[in-house]
C-alpha cells in the first residue's frame, strides 16, 4: 500500500548506489565519461538535431546515438515508439542494471526527472497537426509515446520488470530530486531498491526558449567565469541503481558509493532567477549536509549547477562561499556543464554519477575553459585535471520554478 | 506512523470556480454543455468543457507573478487557495506548507504558442512565453503567492498519479517535514490536446481546471474526513494489462457497503471505461462519476473525483468513499476516505 506504509523502519537504512549508467555528448557509458571529464574534454558542435541558423546560439553538446539499440525485452515494434530521449534512457538503465546483478522484478520502484520527455514526438504531433491538419498517420502513438511515465514504463519493461514509476519534473532539479525521492523510498521503508535518475533529450522548442531568452552562450560555456555569457545545451540520461546497505550485502553486489544526504526546498524569488543572495541554495545545502550528518570542512568537492549565466551563478557563488566559511578557500568547485552544456531533466543525474566517478576513481573534473574567476567566488575552481582525495563530494541542481536541491554521496571503500 | 486529515478541499472546473459549484452540478448529475474548439485548418470543431471566468475577479490575479501566467496557473492557484482557506485562516502564517502538483498535460496552452512561434521565425519567438510552458511554472506561482511553501514537486503521470501525489504528501507530513501539504491535479485546455483526445478517445470531451486537497496531520485542523488507505500503484505491462490492474486495485480497496460512496472514473468512452466498470461491477453501493457531467478533465478529472469523495464524507453523506483511478497508460489505484474518527475509521486501518 502507498498509504499506510507499515514496513517502516525504526532506523532508515544505508542507501548504496550498486549500479550507475550514463550517456552523455562525450559518450556512452562510465569509462568514455570518465575519461572525457577527468581530462575537461568539450562536446560541444554545430547543432545538427534542427535548423538554428536563425537562433544566436549554433552549437550544442549532442549526444551519438548508436545506429541500432541493443536487444531488450522490447518486441522491435515498442523498440520503434522510443523516441531520442527514451532510447538515451534505455541506454542508460541497461548499463546501470547489468552493473547492479539485479534479476528481473514485478515490483522495482523507478523514479525518473525529466522536462521534457518524448518532446520529440510532441513536436512532430505539433508540426504534422498544423502543416498537414486533414493526415492522422502516427498521431494517436505520438500523443501516447511523448509522455514520460509511459518512457519510463516501456524503459522497465524493456528489463522484463514492471512497478511503481514516478515521475518527477522540476525543471533542472528534476534529476536530483528524482534520486532524492528513491533515497527517501528505501530509507522509510517503502522500497528496498530502485532505479531512477534522468534524461532529457535536445528539442527545438527548448533550445528556441533558451535562445530566446538570451541564456545561450555565443561564445563558449564558463560556469563561475567573471567573463561567462551564458549556458550551452546539451542532452543525455543517466541512471543509479540504489539499494539498502543490507539488501547489497546480502548478494555480495560491488558497491560503488553510499548516498548520504538529500535537501530539497522552493526559491519563491523569480520563476527563472535565483534569490540572489542563493538563500534557498544555502538552504538545501545544510538540509543535506544536516541528514549526511557531515560539516562542509567534511566535503572534498562541490559539483556546482553552474550554469554559466550570470545570474546563476553568482547567486551560487554567494551561497557555497557562505555556507562552507573558512573551508571555502581550499574547497574544489567545478561546473561539468562546461564539457557537455546543461542537460535540463538529466542534469543532477548525470552530475550525480559523475560525483560517483569522482569518488571511485579520486579525480576533480576541471573546467578547461575556465580563465578570469567571479569576484563571487571565494572557493578554487578546478581548472587543469588533477588527482585528489575525495571522500565526500555535493551536487547541486537548480531550476526553473525555484526547486533547488542538493545530494550528497560518500566513496564506498 | 501517523494519521492524515483533509483540512480542506478546492475546485476549478467547467462547473466554476470552488468546490460548491462542483458539489452543485454532481447533485444534478446532468452533463454540462458542451462548446468546441476550433481546429486550425480543419472544419470540424472539437468538443470540449471550458471553465467559465469566475464571477468576480479573484484577488489573487493581481499578484504581480500571476500577470503572463497560463491559464493553469490560475487554475492550480485558484483551486490550492480555497483548499487551503480554512488552514490559512486558524493557523501560523509560518507554518511549513508542503505542494504537490500533478499534471498530464501540463501548460500546453503556452508550448503550443512558444513552438508555433519557433517554427514561424525562432529569431522572434517570445521569451515571456517559454519560462511558463515548464511543468513546475504552476507550482512555483502558487508558492509565491502562498510564500510559505518549504517543499514542492511537480508530478507527471497518468491520472492515477495524482494518489501517488497525494501519497507523497501523506509521506512529507509523517516525516514531519511540512505540517500541512496542498496536493493538486490540474490541466487546461487548447486544441491540439483536443486533437489528441479525438485520436485516442474520440467519445470523451475534453475539459480543465484542478481539484486540491490540503493535507494535514492535526485532527483540530481537519474537515471531518480522513485518509484511511492508497493501494499500491497497479503499473501496466505486458503481463499486468489494464483489466489485471484494475482488479487488483479494486481487491484492495475492501467490500461492498450501502454507506460508502464509489467515486469512480468513468466517463463516456466505452473503450477507455471497460476495464474500470469490469473491475467494479460487483459494486451495489451508490456510485458517483464526476467525469460523465464534466468531461475528461485528465489529471483534473482525477483530482475532482477526489474532492467529491472528500466532500460527500464531510458532508455526512456517506461514512467512507472509495476513489478508484485506472489511467490511461500508467497504472490503476484506488484511494479511501473516511469519517475521521468513526468506527469505520479505526476498522480501515487495520
Same mark, same amino acid.
Given at each position: 500500500?502507498?498509504f499506510?506504509?507499515?514496513?517502516?523502519?525504526?532506523?532508515?537504512?544505508?542507501?548504496?548506489?550498486?549500479?550507475?549508467?550514463?550517456?552523455?555528448?562525450?559518450?556512452?557509458?562510465?569509462?568514455?565519461?570518465?575519461?572525457?571529464?577527468?581530462?575537461?574534454?568539450?562536446?560541444?558542435?554545430? !547543432?545538427?538535431?534542427?535548423?538554428?541558423?536563425?537562433?544566436?546560439?549554433?552549437?550544442?553538446?549532442?549526444?551519438?546515438?548508436?545506429?541500432?539499440?541493443?536487444?531488450?525485452?522490447?518486441?522491435?515494434?515498442?523498440?520503434?515508439?522510443?523516441?531520442?530521449?527514451?532510447?538515451?534512457?534505455?541506454?542508460?538503465?541497461?548499463?546501470?542494471?547489468?552493473?547492479?546483478?539485479?534479476?528481473?522484478?514485478?515490483?522495482?520502484?523507478?523514479?525518473?526527472?525529466?522536462?521534457?520527455?518524448?518532446?520529440?514526438?510532441?513536436?512532430?504531433?505539433?508540426?504534422?497537426?498544423?502543416?498537414?491538419?486533414?493526415?492522422?498517420?502516427?498521431?494517436?502513438?505520438?500523443?501516447?509515446?511523448?509522455?514520460?511515465?509511459?518512457?519510463?514504463?516501456?524503459?522497465?519493461?524493456?528489463?522484463?520488470?514492471?512497478?511503481?514509476?514516478?515521475?518527477?519534473?522540476?525543471?533542472?532539479?528534476?534529476?536530483?530530486?528524482?534520486?532524492?525521492?528513491?533515497?527517501?523510498?528505501?530509507?522509510?521503508?517503502?522500497?528496498?531498491?530502485?532505479?531512477?535518475?534522468?534524461?532529457?533529450?535536445?528539442?527545438?522548442?527548448?533550445?528556441?526558449?533558451?535562445?530566446?531568452?538570451?541564456?545561450?552562450?555565443?561564445?563558449?560555456?564558463?560556469?563561475?567565469?567573471?567573463?561567462?555569457?551564458?549556458?550551452?545545451?546539451?542532452?543525455?540520461?543517466?541512471?543509479?541503481?540504489?539499494?539498502?546497505?543490507?539488501?547489497?550485502?546480502?548478494?555480495?553486489?560491488?558497491?560503488?558509493?553510499?548516498?548520504?544526504?538529500?535537501?530539497?526546498s522552493i526559491d519563491h524569488h523569480?520563476l527563472?532567477?535565483?534569490?540572489?543572495?542563493?538563500?534557498?541554495?544555502?538552504?538545501?545545502?545544510?538540509?543535506?549536509?544536516?541528514?549526511?550528518?557531515?560539516?562542509?570542512?567534511?566535503?572534498?568537492?562541490?559539483?556546482?549547477?553552474?550554469?554559466?549565466?550570470?545570474?546563476?551563478?553568482?547567486?551560487?557563488?554567494?551561497?557555497?562561499?557562505?555556507?562552507?566559511?573558512?573551508?571555502?578557500?581550499?574547497?574544489? !568547485?567545478?561546473?561539468?556543464?562546461?564539457?557537455?552544456?546543461?542537460?535540463?531533466?538529466?542534469?543532477?543525474?548525470?552530475?550525480?554519477?559523475?560525483?560517483?566517478?569522482?569518488?571511485?576513481?579520486?579525480?576533480?573534473?576541471?573546467?578547461?575553459?575556465?580563465?578570469?574567476?567571479?569576484?563571487?567566488?571565494?572557493?578554487?575552481?578546478?581548472?587543469?585535471?588533477?588527482?585528489?582525495?575525495?571522500?565526500?563530494?555535493?551536487?547541486?541542481?537548480?531550476?526553473?520554478g525555484g526547486v533547488?536541491?542538493?545530494?550528497?554521496?560518500?566513496?564506498? !571503500? | 506512523?501517523s494519521r492524515i486529515f483533509v483540512a480542506g478541499l478546492g475546485a476549478v472546473s467547467p462547473a466554476g470556480w470552488n468546490v460548491a459549484a462542483l458539489r452543485d452540478v454532481l447533485n444534478k448529475?446532468?452533463?454540462l454543455?458542451?462548446?468546441?474548439?476550433?481546429?486550425?485548418?480543419?472544419?470540424?470543431?472539437?468538443?470540449?468543457?471550458l471553465v467559465p471566468g469566475p464571477t468576480a475577479r479573484p484577488e489573487f490575479l493581481a499578484h504581480p507573478r500571476l500577470r503572463?501566467a497560463s491559464p493553469i496557473t490560475h487554475y492550480v492557484v485558484g483551486a490550492g487557495l480555497e483548499a487551503a482557506a480554512k488552514l490559512r485562516a486558524k493557523t501560523d502564517p509560518r507554518l511549513r506548507l508542503g505542494l504537490v502538483v500533478c499534471l498530464?498535460?501540463?501548460c500546453?496552452?503556452?508550448?503550443?504558442?512558444?513552438?508555433?512561434?519557433?517554427?514561424?521565425?525562432?529569431?522572434?519567438?517570445?521569451?515571456?512565453?517559454?519560462?511558463?510552458?515548464?511543468?513546475a511554472a504552476p507550482a512555483s506561482h502558487l508558492a509565491a503567492v502562498l510564500g510559505n511553501i518549504s517543499l514542492a514537486n511537480s508530478i507527471?503521470?497518468?491520472?492515477?498519479?495524482f494518489l501517488?501525489g497525494i501519497a507523497l504528501g501523506a509521506q512529507w507530513l509523517e516525516?514531519n517535514r511540512v505540517d500541512a501539504c496542498l496536493v493538486i491535479g490540474a490541466e487546461e485546455?487548447?486544441?491540439?490536446?483536443?486533437?489528441?483526445?479525438?485520436?485516442?478517445?474520440?467519445?470523451?470531451?475534453?475539459t480543465a481546471g484542478a481539484g486540491a486537497l490540503c493535507l494535514c496531520r492535526e485532527p483540530a485542523w481537519s474537515t471531518g474526513v480522513e485518509l484511511a488507505?492508497i493501494?499500491?500503484?497497479?503499473?501496466?505491462?505486458?503481463?499486468?494489462?489494464?483489466?489485471?490492474?484494475?482488479?487488483?486495485?479494486?481487491?484492495?480497496?475492501?467490500?461492498?457497503?450501502?454507506?460508502?460512496l464509489?467515486c469512480?472514473?468513468?466517463?463516456?468512452?466505452?473503450?477507455?471505461?471497460?476495464?474500470?466498470?469490469?473491475?467494479?461491477?460487483?459494486?451495489?453501493?451508490?456510485?458517483l462519476?464526476p467525469?460523465?457531467v464534466l468531461?475528461?478533465g485528465?489529471m483534473a478529472a482525477a483530482a475532482w473525483q477526489c474532492v467529491a469523495a472528500c466532500d460527500a464524507v464531510a458532508g455526512e453523506r456517506f461514512?467512507a468513499a472509495?476513489v478508484?483511478?485506472?489511467?490511461?497508460?500508467?497504472?490503476?489505484?484506488?484511494a479511501?476516505f473516511v469519517r475521521a474518527g468513526s468506527?469505520?475509521s479505526?476498522?480501515?486501518?487495520?
Amino acid at each position: 500500500m502507498l498509504f499506510p506504509t507499515t514496513s517502516r523502519p525504526q532506523t532508515p537504512p544505508r542507501v548504496v548506489i550498486t549500479g550507475a549508467g550514463i550517456i552523455t555528448a562525450l559518450g556512452r557509458g562510465w569509462q568514455p565519461n570518465a575519461e572525457g571529464f577527468r581530462t575537461g574534454r568539450t562536446a560541444f558542435r554545430p !547543432v545538427s538535431l534542427f535548423d538554428v541558423s536563425r537562433q544566436r546560439a549554433k552549437n550544442a553538446a549532442e549526444v551519438n546515438l548508436p545506429a541500432t539499440l541493443p536487444p531488450t525485452a522490447l518486441s522491435a515494434k515498442q523498440m520503434t515508439r522510443l523516441d531520442r530521449a527514451a532510447s538515451m534512457l534505455l541506454l542508460a538503465t541497461r548499463e546501470a542494471w547489468q552493473q547492479s546483478g539485479w534479476e528481473p522484478s514485478e515490483n522495482l520502484p523507478m523514479v525518473l526527472g525529466t522536462t521534457a520527455g518524448g518532446m520529440s514526438f510532441g513536436e512532430a504531433y505539433f508540426r504534422q497537426a498544423v502543416q498537414t491538419p486533414r493526415r492522422h498517420r502516427h498521431q494517436p502513438t505520438r500523443a501516447i509515446y511523448y509522455q514520460p511515465q509511459v518512457q519510463g514504463r516501456m524503459v522497465l519493461e524493456a528489463l522484463d520488470c514492471n512497478g511503481p514509476v514516478t515521475i518527477v519534473s522540476n525543471a533542472c532539479a528534476s534529476g536530483s530530486n528524482a534520486i532524492g525521492h528513491a533515497w527517501e523510498l528505501i530509507r522509510y521503508g517503502q522500497a528496498e531498491r530502485a532505479l531512477t535518475g534522468g534524461y532529457d533529450a535536445l528539442t527545438e522548442l527548448v533550445f528556441s526558449g533558451f535562445d530566446s531568452l538570451q541564456a545561450l552562450s555565443t561564445t563558449v560555456c564558463r560556469p563561475f567565469d567573471a567573463r561567462r555569457d551564458g549556458l550551452a545545451l546539451g542532452e543525455g540520461a543517466a541512471v543509479m541503481a540504489l539499494e539498502t546497505l543490507e539488501s547489497a550485502r546480502r548478494r555480495n553486489a560491488p558497491i560503488l558509493g553510499e548516498l548520504i544526504g538529500y535537501g530539497s526546498s522552493i526559491d519563491h524569488h523569480h520563476l527563472t532567477q535565483p534569490h540572489p543572495q542563493g538563500d534557498t541554495t544555502l538552504a538545501v545545502m545544510r538540509q543535506a549536509c544536516a541528514a549526511a550528518g557531515v560539516m562542509p570542512e567534511e566535503v572534498d568537492y562541490i559539483n556546482a549547477h553552474g550554469t554559466g549565466t550570470v545570474l546563476n551563478d553568482s547567486s551560487e557563488a554567494v551561497a557555497i562561499s557562505h555556507w562552507a566559511g573558512q573551508r571555502a578557500a581550499t574547497l574544489p !568547485v567545478s561546473s561539468t556543464k562546461a564539457n557537455i552544456g546543461h542537460l535540463l531533466g538529466a542534469a543532477g543525474a548525470v552530475e550525480a554519477v559523475i560525483c560517483l566517478m569522482t569518488l571511485r576513481e579520486q579525480w576533480l573534473p576541471p573546467e578547461s575553459m575556465f580563465e578570469t574567476p567571479d569576484p563571487a567566488c571565494h572557493f578554487p575552481i578546478v581548472q587543469k585535471p588533477r588527482d585528489g582525495r575525495v571522500n565526500v563530494v555535493l551536487s547541486n541542481s537548480f531550476g526553473f520554478g525555484g526547486v533547488n536541491a542538493s545530494l550528497i554521496m560518500r566513496r564506498w !571503500v | 506512523m501517523s494519521r492524515i486529515f483533509v483540512a480542506g478541499l478546492g475546485a476549478v472546473s467547467p462547473a466554476g470556480w470552488n468546490v460548491a459549484a462542483l458539489r452543485d452540478v454532481l447533485n444534478k448529475g446532468e452533463p454540462l454543455p458542451v462548446q468546441t474548439l476550433e481546429r486550425p485548418g480543419w472544419n470540424k470543431p472539437l468538443p470540449v468543457r471550458l471553465v467559465p471566468g469566475p464571477t468576480a475577479r479573484p484577488e489573487f490575479l493581481a499578484h504581480p507573478r500571476l500577470r503572463r501566467a497560463s491559464p493553469i496557473t490560475h487554475y492550480v492557484v485558484g483551486a490550492g487557495l480555497e483548499a487551503a482557506a480554512k488552514l490559512r485562516a486558524k493557523t501560523d502564517p509560518r507554518l511549513r506548507l508542503g505542494l504537490v502538483v500533478c499534471l498530464q498535460s501540463g501548460c500546453v496552452n503556452y508550448s503550443c504558442r512558444f513552438y508555433d512561434e519557433t517554427l514561424k521565425d525562432p529569431a522572434t519567438a517570445s521569451p515571456l512565453l517559454f519560462p511558463e510552458t515548464v511543468y513546475a511554472a504552476p507550482a512555483s506561482h502558487l508558492a509565491a503567492v502562498l510564500g510559505n511553501i518549504s517543499l514542492a514537486n511537480s508530478i507527471v503521470g497518468d491520472p492515477a498519479a495524482f494518489l501517488q501525489g497525494i501519497a507523497l504528501g501523506a509521506q512529507w507530513l509523517e516525516e514531519n517535514r511540512v505540517d500541512a501539504c496542498l496536493v493538486i491535479g490540474a490541466e487546461e485546455t487548447n486544441w491540439i490536446l483536443a486533437d489528441a483526445l479525438w485520436h485516442l478517445e474520440r467519445p470523451a470531451v475534453l475539459t480543465a481546471g484542478a481539484g486540491a486537497l490540503c493535507l494535514c496531520r492535526e485532527p483540530a485542523w481537519s474537515t471531518g474526513v480522513e485518509l484511511a488507505a492508497i493501494t499500491d500503484a497497479h503499473t501496466y505491462s505486458g503481463r499486468n494489462g489494464r483489466t489485471r490492474a484494475a482488479r487488483a486495485m479494486r481487491a484492495q480497496l475492501g467490500n461492498n457497503s450501502s454507506n460508502e460512496l464509489l467515486c469512480d472514473g468513468a466517463g463516456t468512452s466505452p473503450h477507455a471505461d471497460a476495464m474500470e466498470l469490469d473491475a467494479w461491477r460487483d459494486w451495489t453501493g451508490p456510485r458517483l462519476s464526476p467525469k460523465r457531467v464534466l468531461g475528461e478533465g485528465l489529471m483534473a478529472a482525477a483530482a475532482w473525483q477526489c474532492v467529491a469523495a472528500c466532500d460527500a464524507v464531510a458532508g455526512e453523506r456517506f461514512v467512507a468513499a472509495n476513489v478508484s483511478l485506472v489511467g490511461a497508460n500508467q497504472q490503476a489505484i484506488g484511494a479511501r476516505f473516511v469519517r475521521a474518527g468513526s468506527a469505520i475509521s479505526r476498522l480501515s486501518r487495520g
